[in-house]
């Protein structure tokens, strides 16, 4: 039985190792600019179906690992995989854009360690946040005699993934406790140029940067 089980997770361990977890341009939004992007919002299908809740959800064949502490109610191997699509407009004074995105939300994978339950494991991969906007800011360079138009466009591509493994077992008379350990990392890239007419004579400019994050978080909980 332990032979199998160990087996499983060595499998599943080595799909997701040797899965590509780069990050995925999930957003078109100018709000992801700020920081390290804009947040993804996480939960399966069913709890999206609820609103997003999240908490206090405990099934025997469903996998919420927003609280680890639910993982004790896993009676059966699980694999869950997700995903999402998001519609979207923005507007400005002289534009209207249509943003439509489509994204692998999640996947996940959990065994129960105990053969009459009380006691499981979970392991899976997700996006954490999402780098992905392209802005245009034209203005006028002064000059002695005239005003020289130019542009500046900003990019901005990348974001980061989590991948997490959590346990969590029943304590006392009902009251279950748990725990993951996730790794966040991924990349980002911000690209901003500067285009002047070519008769002016003026040099263009373009600027890349990029950057790589990681960190470790750790998420603990409680159901009774």
């Known amino acids: 039985m332990w032979g199998r089980k160990l087996k499983l997770i060595y499998l599943m361990a080595a799909f997701l190792g040797g899965s590509s ?11 992801s600019v700020i920081g390290l992007g804009e947040s993804v919002s996480t939960g399966n299908a ?3 179906s609820m609103g997003g809740v ?15 502490a639910s993982y004790s109610a896993i009676r059966t191997t699980v694999i869950e995989a997700g995903g999402a699509l998001s519609f979207g407009t923005f507007t400005s004074n002289t534009a209207t854009t249509q943003e439509n995105n489509a994204w692998l939300s999640y996947l996940n ?3 129960p360690l105990a053969n009459k339950g009380g ?20 203005f006028t360079i002064p000059n002695d005699t005239f005003s020289i138009p130019a542009s500046y466009i900003f990019s901005g591509r990348g974001g980061l993934s989590k991948v997490h493994i959590g346990y969590g ?16 990392f991924g990349r980002g890239t911000r690209t901003t140029q500067l285009f002047i ?6 040099f263009n400019l373009n600027e890349d940067r990029g950057s790589y994050t990681s960190g470790l978080i750790t998420e603990l909980g409680l159901q009774y």
């Open 46 to 48: 069913s709890q999206f």
């Open 197 to 202: 007419p070519s008769q002016y004579n003026m």
């Open 21 to 31: 977890l780069s990050a995925q341009n999930i957003t078109r939004s100018p709000y």
């Open 169 to 184: 077992m029943n304590v006392y008379k009902g009251l279950s406790a748990g725990a993951n350990l996730g790794y966040v």
């Open 119 to 138: 006691a499981g494991l979970s392991f899976g991969l997700s996006p954490f946040t999402s780098i992905g906007y392209d802005i245009t800011s034209s």
């Open 109 to 111: 994978f959990a065994v």
């Open 54 to 68: 999240n908490q206090g959800i405990r099934r025997p064949t469903l996998i919420n690992w927003q609280n680890p």
